[in-house]
Every structure is written in C-alpha cells, then in structure tokens.
Antibody, heavy 115, light 108 residues
C-alpha cells in the first residue's frame, strides 16, 4: 500500500526557515516524480514544486521561486522541501503528492509563519 | 498560466440525487484534467484523471467527461459520504500546474 508521510511543519517567525520531509513507502519511489502542494487554511490548493524521478528536472511556482528548494534522496525514499525567507502568506498545510495527476497524497503538515 | 473556473461554488443536493459539477479552462487542456475530492481535515483524493478515467478504487457512480476547455464531473446518485469539496486540476501546460477554486457539494 502506498504511503506518504510528511513531517517538519511547525511555527516559525517571518524570515525564518523550515525543512519539510516526506517519507514514501509501498512503491518504487525512485521511479516516480513528486510534487509539493499547499493549501491555505480554508482555501484552495496551490501547486508549488516538482521534481522528476532522478532529480534532473525541477520546477517551482513563481510564489516560492528563489526561496524554496525541492530535493529527494531515492536511497532513503524521501522527498524534501527547504523553505527559506518564510512569509506570513506561506502559512498553509503542505502536502507531498505522487506524479503529475497526484494519485497519492500525504496527510499534510501545517506550517505557520507568525511572529 | 491556465486558469480553471469551477461552477457552481456550492451545490445543495439530497442523497440519491445526481450531481453535475463544471470546470472550465482558460485555454485548451486537451484531456489532461483530473478531479479530486476533499473532506474536512483530509488530503485530497484522486477521483478521475485524463478527463474520464476513474482512479483505482473509485466507485462507478463517479464519472468524468469533456475535453478542450469544458469538463464535467457527474455523481450519478449521491451517497452520504460524497458530500465534500471537489477540485479540478490541469496538467496540460505547466508549470504551473493549476487547480480550480472548488465546488462544495452540501446536503440540502
């Protein structure tokens, strides 16, 4: 059974940093592209980043480009999101999701940016 | 960026009724459109991909249709567990991948 489990969320001050992790199991992680998607409390869904199966192709949304860095470790079946220069508007639940039609999602981890 | 517009914002129906949800794209996305269901406190769940293909384990009462710019998600007979928010998403022209604003299906 496919499982994606995010961790690393929490409360951080504006300008601070946080690193999210997504642990994958139940499938051949190295064969699949992965994404990060976020959801502002009470609002809709926003795609923020993509990484190909071998890390050769990476994309970001304009809202996080230059501040966030996506990476993966296929040996550890893990996906990461390094978030720097955090802003209040980055407050959201962050989900990792598998491949481009998001067939599996994690349960999400809440990031709150506030002083 | 492709903008997806979902309508209506809220659909008030009774169990057993048919639900018809619309998603319109600002430019053609071919058949590269997916539908998701989200319940409170849960992650979204893939229902339909490539406009009309049901995802694994999705009941046959859910169906998707359309191509180009106009798409429909139909729930043939609403079950109590179907009351939720539904989102469409395109993967035709990206980045960015984009989602619609959602349709809430509520109990009348």
């Amino acid at each position: 059974e496919v499982h994606l489990v995010e961790s690393g969320g929490g409360l951080v001050q504006p300008g601070g940093s946080l690193r999210l992790s997504c642990a994958a199991s139940g499938f051949t992680f190295s064969s699949y592209s992965m994404h990060w998607v976020r959801q502002t409390p009470g609002k809709g869904l926003d795609w923020i980043s993509y990484i190909s199966s071998g890390s050769g192709t990476i994309y970001y949304s304009d809202s996080v480009k230059g501040r966030f860095t996506i990476s993966r470790d296929n040996a550890k079946n893990s996906l990461y999101l390094q978030m720097n220069s955090l802003r209040a508007e980055d407050t959201a639940v962050y989900y990792c999701a598998r491949q481009t039609h998001f067939d599996y999602w994690g349960q999400g981890t809440l990031v709150t940016v506030s002083s | 960026e492709i903008v997806l517009t979902q309508s209506p914002a809220t659909l008030s129906l009774s169990p057993g009724e048919r639900a018809t949800l619309s998603c319109r794209a600002s430019q053609s996305v071919g058949s590269s459109l997916a539908w998701y269901q989200q319940k409170p406190g849960q992650a979204p769940r893939l229902l339909i991909y490539d406009a009309s293909n049901r995802a694994t384990g999705i009941p046959a009462r859910f169906s998707g249709s359309g191509s180009g710019t106009d798409f429909t998600l139909t729930i043939s007979s609403l079950e109590p567990e179907d009351f939720a928010v539904y989102y469409c998403q395109q993967r035709s022209n990206w980045p960015p991948l984009t989602f619609g604003g959602g349709t809430k299906v509520e109990i009348k």
